[in-house]
C-alpha cells in the first residue's frame, strides 16, 4: 500500500491571515470553572475588548463521570440509577426516556396507570427544573429574592416526590414496564390541593421579576440567535422555541400518552434571552395544565406495572407449586431479563429539550451501549454564536437561559 | 495664641463619642440587612449569637480578624495593603459633620450642638471625602493583579465618576434655598411650618430623586452594584481581599451608606427638624436617626427586589438622564429662589 504524504501549506495560511491590529489590547479571561454564574462546571474562555465579547470559547469536561459506559456494566432494570443522575434537575423526564426507549426494544406498552403517573410527574419535575432556572437566571441579573422564592416552592414539590417515590431528588421510579409501586394514598389528593397555590406563586413570580423594566432591559434583544441559525444548530426544547420554531417532542412524536392531553406550546419569536424566558414561564403554566388533567385520570386504580413475564416477579404462590415458576424467579432476581437483538432512538422533550436515548442490544442482560443525546449538550455549542459581540454582563444572562446542566453536558 | 483647653476637650469628648455610635450604627447596618433580607426573601437570617442573633457583628469581627491574612503572590503590595485604607478612611472622616440635632441642654454640661464640627464648607468637605474612595477601589482593583478585580475597578471609577456630577448638581436646588453649605445651618432652614418645612415638601421632590438614585449608584449598590457584580465579575474590585482587608472594604461601603442617607436626610428631610423638636431639642437626635434608618431600610429594600443595570445602561442613564434632569432641577430651583422666597 503506497503512503501519500500530505501537504500542509502551513507557510501560506500565516501569510493570508491578514494581522489583527487590536491583538494586544484584548484581554483573554478565563469564566469558571469555579465561578457563581456558569451553573456547574462550565468554563468558558472570553477573548474581551474592554467589556466586548470578542471570543467565547465554551470548555467542558470538568464534571464527566463516563456515565454513558457505566450503563454498559449495568443491567437494564439498574441503568435507571444512573440515567436520573446525568441531568439532575430533570431525572425523571431522563428515566422516563431510558424506560420508554427499551419498552419499544421489548415492545411493550406501560399499562395507563402507569403512563398517567409518569406524566404527572415528569411534568411536576419539569415544573421544578424550571424554578430553579427562574431562580438562578434571576440570580444572574441581579435580583437575590427570586432565587428565595423559587427554592420555597421547588422544596414542595421535592416532597411530593419523596412521598411518592421515597427520594427527593434521584428518584429512579420509572422502570422498565411502569412504576417502582404505586403512588401513595393521598398523593393525588394532596398535589391537586397543591396546585393552586402554585398558581398563585407564578402570578408573583410575574410581578417580581417579569414584570420588572430593568430586567426586561437586561434580557430584550440580548442572546439573538436567528431562526435559521436555532434550526442549523440543533436547538432544541425552551431555547428554539423562543426563536420563533414550534417544536415539541410532546406534540410532533407523542409518548406516555402526550397526544391525549390538552396543553399549548408557548412559542416566542424574538430570539433572545427574553423570548426563552417567556416561554419558560408559560411552559410551567402548561405543565401545571398537565398535571391537573393527569390528576383527574389518576383518580381510577390499577396496575402500574406491565405484567410480561421478563418484567413482573412471578406470585409467591405460584413459586411455592411449580418449579419452572421458581426457576424463572431465581434468573430475573439474579440475572435480569434479556432484551431482544437490536437498536432503538427514542427521544422525548426534557425541561432542556431533546433527550434522545440510542441503544443497542446485542440481546443479553446488559446493554451494549447507550448513547445519550443531550440537550445540554448541543444548546451549549450555539453559546458563541450568541455571545460574540454582546457585554460580558449578558454572557451571564445568555447562560442562564439556555439553561445548561453540567451534567447534562459532560455525562 | 492660646489654646483652648475646654474646646479641645469638648471635640475630642464628641469624636470619641460620634465614631463609637457610627460604628455601632454600621454594625447594626450589617445586622439589619442581612435580617431585613431574611425576611423579605423567606428565610431567618442570623439568629443564633445572642438573643435574636444580636451578637452576630461581633462574632463576624473576630472571625474577620481571626482570618489568615492573605496577599497574592502577583499583587503590588504596598498598593494592596494601602487600598482598604484608602476606601475606609475618607469614608470615616465625613462623620464629624453629621449634625445629629440641635442645641440641647445636658445636664452637668451645659448647651452643647449634637455635631463635633460646623463648618462654612461642609458639604463640599463631604464631598471631598466620599469622592477620595474611589481611589480605594481603583487601586484595589489595579493592585490585585486579578482581571476580575481590574475590571471591577474600571467600572466603578466609571461609575462613581458620572454619578458624582448628577449627585453634585442634584443638591444646588437645596443649598439655593438654604443659602449655606454648612450641613448645621441647612438643616435650621428647614424649620418652618412646624418643623415640616423640608426640602422635599418646598420645591426640591425632583432635586431629592435625583440625589437618592445617583446616591445608590454613588455607594455601588443594587441595582447599580456593578463593580462587584457577583455573577460576573465574582466579588469585582475585592475578589482578591480576604480577612480584616475585606472587612475594612465592607465596613468603608456601609460607611458611604450612612454618609449618603445622612445627606439625603440633612439636605431633602429637614435633618434633625421635624413637629415638637423647638420645645424638646431632645428629640432632634430621634427624628434624624429615624430618618437615616428609613433611607438604610430603603436600600435594604432595594437590594431585596430589583435586579442589576448593565455597564452600558448604567452610564446611559447617568449621562443622557439623571445630568440633564439635575441641570434642569437647577433652573428650576433658581427660579423659584428668585420669586418665591
Known sequence: ?411 | MSIDVGFLLEALIKIVVVFHIVLIILAYTVYAERRVLAVIQNRLGPNRVGPQGLLQPFADLLKFIFKEELVPLAANKWLYLLAPLVALVPAFMTMIVYPFGGTVNLPWVGEIDLVVTHFNVGLLYVFAMTSLGVYGIVIAGWASNSKYSLLGGLRSSAQMVSYELALSLSVIGALLQAGSLDLVEIVRAQGGFFGLGWHIFWFQPLGFFIFLISAIAETNRIPFDLPEAETELVAGFHTEYSAMKFALFFLGEYANMLTASVLATVLFLGGWQGPFVDQFPLLGPVYFLGKVFFFIFLYIWLRGTLPRFRYDQLMNFGWKFLLPAALFNIVLSAIVALFAL
Not at chain 1, 435507571?80 to 427499551?102: E, H, P, Q
Not at chain 1, 437483538?341 to 451501549?369: C, L, M, N, Q, T
Not at chain 1, 448513547?371 to 457585554?391: C, D, H, T, W, Y
Open chain 1, 1 to 411: 500500500m503506497q503512503s501519500k504524504e500530505i501537504v500542509v501549506p502551513t507557510a501560506s495560511i500565516t501569510a493570508l491571515r491578514r494581522p489583527d491590529p487590536l491583538a494586544d489590547q484584548r484581554m483573554t479571561m478565563s469564566l469558571g470553572p469555579q465561578h457563581p454564574s456558569t451553573h456547574g462546571v462550565l468554563r468558558l474562555e472570553l477573548v474581551l475588548d474592554g467589556e466586548t465579547v470578542v471570543e467565547a470559547r465554551p470548555d467542558i469536561g470538568y464534571l464527566h463521570t463516563g456515565m454513558e459506559k457505566t450503563m454498559e456494566k449495568e443491567k437494564w432494570q439498574q441503568v435507571v440509577t444512573i440515567t436520573c443522575r446525568m441531568d439532575y434537575l430533570n431525572s425523571m423526564g431522563n428515566d422516563l426516556g431510558y424506560c420508554l426507549a427499551v419498552e419499544k426494544l421489548l415492545d411493550i406498552e406501560a399499562p395507563e396507570r402507569a403512563r398517567n403517573i409518569r406524566v404527572l410527574l415528569t411534568e411536576m419535575n419539569r415544573i421544578t427544573s424550571h424554578l430553579v432556572w427562574w431562580g438562578t437566571h434571576g440570580m444572574d441579573i441581579g435580583a437575590m429574592t427570586a432565587f428565595f422564592y423559587a427554592f420555597t416552592e421547588r422544596e414542595q414539590m421535592l416532597d411530593f416526590f419523596e412521598m411518592a417515590t421515597g427520594a427527593r431528588f434521584h428518584q429512579s421510579y420509572f422502570i422498565i414496564g411502569g412504576c417502582r409501586w404505586d403512588l401513595p394514598g393521598d398523593f393525588v389528593q394532596q398535589v391537586t390541593d397543591f396546585l393552586p397555590g402554585f398558581e398563585k406563586f407564578l402570578d408573583e413570580a410575574k410581578k417580581l421579576v417579569t414584570g420588572n423594566r430593568i430586567f426586561q432591559r437586561r434580557t430584550k434583544g440580548v442572546g439573538r440567535i436567528s431562526k435559521q441559525d436555532a434550526i442549523d444548530w440543533a436547538l432544541s426544547g425552551p431555547t428554539i422555541r423562543g426563536s420563533g420554531v414550534n417544536w415539541d417532542i410532546r406534540k410532533s412524536e407523542p409518548y406516555s400518552g402526550y397526544d391525549t392531553y390538552d396543553f399549548d406550546v408557548p412559542v416566542y419569536d424574538g430570539c433572545d434571552v427574553w423570548s426563552r424566558y417567556l416561554v419558560r414561564m408559560d411552559e410551567m403554566r402548561e405543565s401545571v395544565r398537565i398535571c391537573k388533567q393527569a390528576l383527574v385520570r389518576l383518580k381510577d386504580p390499577g396496575p402500574v406495572l406491565s405484567d410480561h413475564p421478563k418484567l413482573k416477579l412471578p406470585e409467591r404462590d405460584l413459586m411455592k407449586q411449580h418449579i419452572d415458576v421458581m426457576i424463572h424467579h431465581f434468573l430475573l432476581a439474579s440475572e435480569g431479563f434479556t432484551v431482544p437483538i437490536g437498536e432503538v432512538y427514542f427521544p422525548i422533550e426534557s425541561a432542556r429539550g431533546e433527550i434522545g436515548y440510542y441503544i443497542v442490544s446485542d440481546g443479553k442482560e446488559r446493554p451494549w451501549r447507550v448513547r445519550v443525546r443531550a440537550p445540554s449538550f448541543i444548546n451549549l455549542a450555539a453559546l458563541p454564536k450568541m455571545v460574540e459581540g454582546q457585554l460580558l454582563a449578558d454572557v451571564v444572562a445568555v447562560i442562564g437561559s439556555i439553561d445548561i446542566v453540567l451534567g447534562d453536558v459532560d455525562r
